[in-house]
């Protein structure tokens, strides 16, 4: 089964870290993905993790799997006004993509 | 190296007519999926193309269609629009089953059916 769930919204200070939360349900995911979509815009990867790593860092964004809970964070550092956006979810199951409802992120001054 | 184009970026139709979207693949790859994304939603799988063969498709129904052409771009047609098609149908193109860089999407065509 492919069922992504995110929590709808998240307002930050400019500066602090975001930590958008995802979880999924269908253990056979090799590979999950976070995507940006920001107004009138597609949807743009920002980074993506493979089932069998814990960890992934990449420049402010840092992707944290724990495959047993089924629970998959993005944490972004120094958060700026462009990161203001929809963020997505999204597990990879039989060669299409399976997408969260999406974490809209407004970042404050 | 060029992205995924997708045209119209905009139309508007009436319920019962018939649609066709457009979209361009990014240069090398081979694979198109569609999806689509209603207000306040996740996008959702509609189908995906290979080699100009349908390798897969979601929960939609036979009036969704679609064609993939030797240079891989490919259409989506929808007939009998109905009111809940309003929606951003986007276009991923990806090489093959090259997972390690993800889908690469359009912009988008925003249908609204009135």
């Known amino acids: 089964g492919e069922d992504v769930e995110q929590s709808l919204f998240l307002s930050v200070r400019e500066g602090d870290s975001s930590v958008i939360n995802c979880t999924y349900t269908?253990?056979?995911?090799?590979?999950l993905y976070w995507y940006k979509q920001e107004p009138g815009a597609g949807l743009q990867l920002l980074t993506y993790i493979f089932s069998n790593m814990d960890m992934k860092q990449d420049q402010r964004l840092t992707v944290l799997l724990n495959k047993k809970d089924k629970h998959l964070s993005l944490r972004i550092a120094d958060t700026q006004t462009g990161d203001s956006a929809i963020y997505f979810c999204?597990?990879?199951?039989?060669?299409?993509?399976?997408f969260g409802a999406g974490t809209t992120v407004t970042v404050r001054a | 190296e060029t992205g995924v184009t997708q045209s119209p970026t905009h139309l508007i139709k009436t319920r019962g007519q018939q649609v066709t979207l457009r979209c361009s693949s990014q240069s090398g790859h081979n694979t198109v999926s569609w999806y689509q994304q209603a207000l306040g939603q996740g996008p959702q799988f509609i189908f995906q193309y290979y080699r100009e063969e349908e390798n897969g498709r979601g929960n939609f129904p036979p009036r969704f269609s679609g064609l993939q052409f030797p240079n891989y771009s490919s259409e989506l047609n929808v007939n009998a629009l109905e009111l809940d098609d309003s929606a951003l149908y986007l276009c991923?193109?990806?090489?093959?089953?090259?997972?390690?860089?993800?889908?690469?999407f359009g912009s988008g065509t925003r249908l609204t059916v009135v």
């Open positions: 269908d253990s056979s995911s090799t590979y």
């Open positions: 991923a193109s990806s090489l093959g089953a090259d997972r390690d860089h993800g889908y690469t």
């Open positions: 999204a597990e990879n199951f039989d060669y299409k993509l399976s």
